[in-house]
């Protein structure tokens, strides 16, 4: 049977297609301004690369924060379902994932099947996602590939105050102003950004192996001082920006259209989310 | 006079409130305090005050919301220790936390 | 950041910025009280406001509101103290010596190299208010440039209540100055400009400023016109200021000082999503208000901080600074 699953992030879109274990093509492109037409697009792409036609798909599971803008998904589950089938599939000694996005940080405890146990996310601040970082690497004129290398040449640790992506970057400028060198400026700002991940993190408890996804996996920098600051190993998987379109895919293949994670927590009742989708 | 320490943003409302009328100055709350956010001393916003009251320390202030997390303030098993130890009852957090990180 | 050399007026002001594409940048101000004799005052003090993003400094000779200069805040405090402070004694021939006691306050720890004391923007900006407006505030919403405050204000002026966000850039005069480099219109127009619209837009629905940035792009791509999505932006922040408002809670007279004070795109929205109008923004003392005294929202701040100093002389606890 093939499956498709598409992980519609703030930034990027990712496409997995997989015929029972394997993963037959993948693809990412942004999510762009319109992103129910950027999915089309992509979807069309990806199949050509495979080889095939919408007509030979089963099912397609969205998943990510603009999942139901998805016209041809058959089902959506949420981020944290997805991120925990996907990791689970690629890492079986998984038990915490740690996924870092453009627009939001999320820590996920999972059981060995692949299930939700418990989660925390940062979300609708830009201060513990991609986006702080990506906003930092503006203001330091630097590549976000090169501001991943200079961090490790970085020789003095500076603290920052900003806990804002705006101030920050007011920050960095004025660190800039004042010849502070940029290898310790890009190692400042991933302390900071990996100090707010893992503060999320320890809310759902770090136990080993402690997986890495999301965008910011790829970034050696954040990931490098992620570990310092949680002070525990990490593993990162092979394409960690596409766990959410792996998991959703893995989703499709069992048949679990739509997933209702939280129901149950460990006996908990349902976390309520902020309503806070305000200015 | 109510002070409300912490911020706003787009996830959520981080305050740490401290009633300084009811407030005595002990400073327990500080002692027991985890992540250390909590001093004791002089009333800077009410500047003649007699009293010393209890306040969350400048530099704590715009990064209590990942302070305070782990003692699940509001919604937690028990309360959270410095609510817990203070008589007068002076301490209060907001709902940032129990809305943004669930019922436990 | 180009220095623009010495102090310009408004109108030359505005054009340099339009040439230099600097749109947060507004007009810098001074004035000074020719109703008033200093030599013949009794008790002169004054308050230094450091804000993050604009530097009051205020002079007041026996309690009676005297000099003013109003100005960019520079690359650290100290200078930005000083260049206040010089600009608002420029326009009279009373020097730093000439002054009984000298108040520091604003964002942060700020260094007043001139203050001999430093108190805390939010007891200053409540103090300030009630001088400002009146005995009657109650309620004081300051929205400064990086910051953004509600205080509860008894008829002194004390402080009953506050909460106040330093955090996030999200209804703080910086939120707005980001939004008006983006589309590119100075910040001093987008009040009157929110309103040339048919219809009111709904708000960008994005709290975070970095978030909301790609929003209004997004706007901009897909043809809305430039005045609605100003408007949009200006619904985002009155809802964002009024959710900060809600938890505490508005009584009347309410009041807004710092800099979106003076822009009516949000603060007209504000006031209608409360249902609450905010205080005419005219002095309360009458002789000021006939007088034609200049009535700035940004001077809050550091009024409240050259009253304390009046009152802590008064008091005895304080000792009088005069060098001559």
Same mark, same amino acid.
């Given at each position: 049977m093939i499956v498709v699953g598409i992980d519609v992030g703030g930034k990027n879109l990712h496409i997995v297609v997989k015929k029972g274990g394997q993963i037959l093509?993948?693809?990412?492109?942004?999510?762009?301004?319109?992103?129910?037409?950027?999915?089309?697009?992509?979807?069309?792409?990806?199949?050509?690369?495979?080889?095939l036609t919408r007509k030979d798909v089963e099912r397609v599971v969205a998943t990510g924060s603009s999942a139901k803008r998805v016209a041809f998904a058959s089902g959506a589950i949420p981020d944290a379902a997805a991120d925990a089938r996907g990791v689970t599939k690629l890492v079986p000694s998984a038990r915490t994932v740690i996924d870092?996005?453009?627009?939001?940080?999320?820590?996920?405890?999972?059981?060995?099947?692949?299930?939700?146990?418990?989660?925390?996310?940062?979300?609708?601040?830009a201060a513990g996602t991609g986006t702080f970082v990506e906003a930092m690497s503006r203001a330091l004129e630097v590549s976000l590939?090169?501001?991943?290398?200079?961090?490790f040449q970085s020789t003095q640790t500076l603290s920052t105050n900003a806990q804002c992506a705006v101030f920050g970057e007011s920050e960095v400028v004025s660190l800039?102003?004042?010849?502070?060198?940029?290898?310790?400026?890009?190692?400042?700002?991933?302390?900071?950004?990996?100090?707010?991940?893992?503060?999320?993190?320890?809310?759902?408890?770090?136990?080993?192996?402690?997986?890495v996804v999301g965008g910011m996996a790829k970034n050696a920098g954040f990931v490098d001082s992620l570990k310092k600051n949680i002070d525990m190993n990490l593993v990162v998987p092979e394409d960690p920006d596409y766990i959410g379109a792996l998991g959703a895919a893995e989703a499709?293949?069992?048949?679990?259209?739509?997933?209702q994670v939280d129901a149950k927590i460990l006996g908990k009742e349902p976390s309520q989310r902020g309503k806070v989708n305000c200015f | 006079m109510i002070a409300n320490y912490g911020f706003k943003d787009g996830s959520g409302d981080w305050y740490v409130t401290i009633d300084t009328d009811k407030c005595n100055g002990c400073g327990k709350c500080s002692e027991v305090c985890p992540a250390k956010v909590l001093g004791v001393g002089p009333d800077e916003i009410d500047i003649?005050?007699?009293?010393?009251?209890?306040f969350v320390k400048h530099e704590? *202030?715009?990064?209590?919301?990942?302070?305070? !997390? =782990? +003692? *699940?303030?509001?919604?937690?098993?028990?309360? !959270? =220790? +410095?609510?817990?130890?203070?008589?007068?009852q002076a301490i209060t957090h907001s709902e940032g936390w129990k809305l943004q990180f669930g019922f436990r | 950041m180009t220095q623009l050399p010495g102090i310009k007026r408004e109108k030359e002001m505005a054009e340099e910025v339009m040439k230099a594409r600097e749109f947060w940048r507004w007009p810098e101000t001074n004035w000074v009280n020719l109703d008033i004799d200093w030599k013949k005052g009794k008790v002169i003090t004054a308050g230094v406001d450091v804000g993050s993003v604009s530097t009051q400094a205020v002079i007041m000779v026996d309690g009676e509101f005297f000099a003013y200069g109003n100005t960019r805040?520079?690359?650290?405090?100290?200078?930005?103290?000083?260049?206040?402070?010089?600009?608002?004694?420029?326009?009279?021939?009373?020097?730093?010596?000439?002054?009984?006691?000298?108040?520091?306050?604003?964002?942060?720890?700020?260094?007043?190299?001139?203050?001999?004391?430093?108190?805390?923007?939010?007891?200053?900006?409540?103090?300030?208010?009630?001088?400002?407006?009146?005995?009657?505030?109650?309620?004081?919403?300051?929205?400064?440039?990086?910051?953004?405050?509600?205080?509860?204000?008894?008829?002194?002026?004390?402080?009953?209540?506050?909460m106040m966000n330093d955090k996030c850039a999200a209804g703080t005069g910086r939120g707005m100055e980001v939004f008006a480099d983006l589309i590119g219109v100075p910040v001093w127009e987008i009040g009157t400009r929110s309103f040339k619209i048919q219809k009111e837009p709904p708000r960008i629905s994005s709290t975070c400023v970095v978030f909301a940035k790609s929003e209004v792009v997004g706007l901009l791509e897909s043809g809305m016109p430039e005045n609605d999505i100003i408007a949009a932006y200006c619904s985002a922040m009155a809802h964002r200021i009024l959710e900060l408002l809600n938890r505490l809670g508005v009584k009347e007279k309410f009041v807004i000082t710092g800099g979106i004070a003076k822009n009516e795109g949000v603060v007209k929205r504000l006031e209608k999503e409360l249902s609450i109008k905010t205080a005419e923004r005219v002095w309360s003392k009458k002789e000021y208000m006939d007088r034609g005294y200049p009535f700035d929202t940004q001077l809050a701040g550091a009024i409240g901080a050259a009253l304390f100093g009046n009152v802590l002389l008064k008091m005895g606890k304080a000792k009088s600074a005069r060098k001559a």
């Open positions: 093509a993948k693809a990412t492109g942004p999510t762009g301004i319109k992103k129910a037409e950027a999915a089309e697009q992509l979807y069309d792409e990806v199949l050509n690369k495979a080889g870092v996005g453009a627009e939001e940080g999320r820590a996920i405890k999972v059981s060995p099947e692949g299930k939700v146990l418990d989660f925390a996310t940062n979300d609708k601040c590939d090169e501001m991943s290398e200079i961090t800039i102003h004042q010849k502070t060198p940029k290898p310790d400026i890009a190692r400042a700002v991933m302390n900071a950004v990996a100090g707010r991940v893992a503060s999320i993190a320890r809310i759902v408890g770090l136990e080993k192996d402690v997986v499709a293949l069992t048949g679990a259209m739509t997933e | 003649f005050g007699e009293k010393p009251v209890a704590e *202030r715009k990064k209590i919301k990942y302070s305070c !997390a =782990p +003692c *699940r303030p509001g919604y937690g098993v028990e309360p !959270a =220790p +410095c609510v817990a130890i203070c008589e007068p | 805040t520079g690359s650290d405090s100290p200078t930005s103290a000083q260049k206040g402070m010089g600009f608002g004694l420029a326009k009279t021939d009373m020097k730093i010596e000439n002054m009984d006691y000298c108040i520091g306050t604003g964002y942060g720890r700020v260094n007043v190299p001139m203050a001999q004391q430093f108190i805390t923007e939010i007891s200053c900006h409540a103090r300030g208010a009630n001088f400002m407006y009146g005995p009657e505030v109650r309620t004081v919403m300051d929205m400064g440039g990086q910051d953004c405050k509600a205080i509860h204000v008894d008829d002194r002026g004390k402080v009953l209540n506050f």
